[in-house]
């Protein structure tokens, strides 16, 4: 599997931390002209090397990973450590030295590396990215496992129980993808505002032998509302990681996601709610009874959404707020229940 803790040019900014859509502290991008290809032989790690100095002295996020990633892309391997000593030792032929150097070129530019090598690994599973579909983060994979945990304990869930999940956001389809992997008797819909990402979910669902399970769907939640509620109805499992982040974050973005990555996948309007709030008011209308939401959040704002809910949306009860492995207050669960108003009062 990739090493998790990679996500090139993704550092946290101070204390304004978001997970996987964090504020990434901006730095200043400086030049990019690549190093002339060599004259003579290199070694797989010689050429590992000096693009890792060269990443250094540019100012390219994590210099080492990146150039690591790379290299062992290009020799068939998951990570350089996994590779022989003998491979990294050899030389490497005239191709694959173009190819290092055209590869390591983009990653110059703040190309992210995912979209450098065009795959990630998300939980078990392997992923094509393709800019501009937003990348899935380690903090997501603890969504999944939220999920799961909740469909195993479910009351009544047996072997051969059929269940239904909607994903509002579906990006590369890595969340419905992970739970239809994991749990063999679930459906899913998937809707997304990007053709490109409706794109690349079907694609990965293809290769990894998902389709009949999976159905996708080019919408965007908040102007297609009406379409999204003939398409979805009494399904058990509500699940988004939603655009969070609040607008006058948006400037403050690394390079690797401002330049590369979707914007409408990352910005949640002025309070990062704008989209959740659309989410939590279709919920009652989309979910069966005792149906839940999960939703991947800001840190600021699960009790924004617990007060926010109880005003405006009868029949859904605010669960409960889950931390994520950072002990940030990251995910939202919520049921909905018919009668919660009443029981209120």
Request: charged share 25%; proline share 6%.
């Amino acid at each position: 599997m990739w090493k998790r803790s990679l996500s090139a040019g993704y550092t946290c900014y101070g204390c304004r931390s978001v997970g996987p859509k964090r504020l990434w502290g901006y730095h200043a991008v400086r030049s990019c002209s690549a190093p002339a290809l060599p004259a003579g032989r290199i070694t797989a790690r010689q050429a590992a090397d000096l693009w890792e100095r060269h990443f250094a002295e540019r100012g390219v996020t994590e210099p080492d990973h990146s150039s690591h990633y790379i290299l062992a892309y290009l020799l068939g391997a998951k990570t350089i450590e996994s590779l022989e000593q003998e491979k990294l030792t050899e030389f490497l032929s005239p191709e694959k030295t173009e190819q290092m150097w055209k590869l390591c070129s983009k990653r110059l530019s703040r190309m992210p590396v995912q979209y450098v090598i065009e795959e990630w690994d998300f939980r078990d599973l392997t992923l094509k990215m393709k800019p501009p579909v937003f990348i899935p983060r380690p903090e997501t994979e603890e969504l999944v496992e939220l999920v799961l945990t909740d469909l195993q304990m479910k009351p009544g869930t047996e072997v051969g129980t059929q269940e239904t999940c909607l994903e509002v956001g579906c990006g590369s389809g890595a969340i419905s993808l992970s739970l239809l992997k994991s749990w063999p008797q679930l459906k899913a819909i998937a809707v997304d505002q990007s053709q490109d990402a409706v794109d690349l979910t079907g694609e990965n669902a293809l290769r990894l032998g998902l389709q009949d399970r999976l159905q996708i769907h080019h919408l965007d939640v908040m102007k297609d509302a009406e379409t999204v509620l003939s398409l979805c109805s009494s399904v058990s499992v509500l699940v988004s990681n939603p655009p969070y982040l609040f607008s006058e974050d948006m400037t403050a973005l690394e390079p690797e996601v401002y330049r590369f990555e979707d914007h409408a996948a990352l910005d949640g309007g002025n309070d990062g709610l704008e989209v959740i709030k659309q989410i939590l008011t279709l919920a009652p209308q989309i979910l069966s009874d005792h149906g839940r939401v999960y939703l991947e959040v800001d840190p600021r704002h699960p009790p924004l959404i617990q007060r926010w809910v109880e005003v405006n949306v009868e029949e859904m009860h605010y669960v409960e707020t889950r931390h994520d492995i950072s002990g940030r207050p990251r995910f939202c669960i919520l049921r909905k229940e018919k009668d919660h108003k009443l029981d209120l009062d």
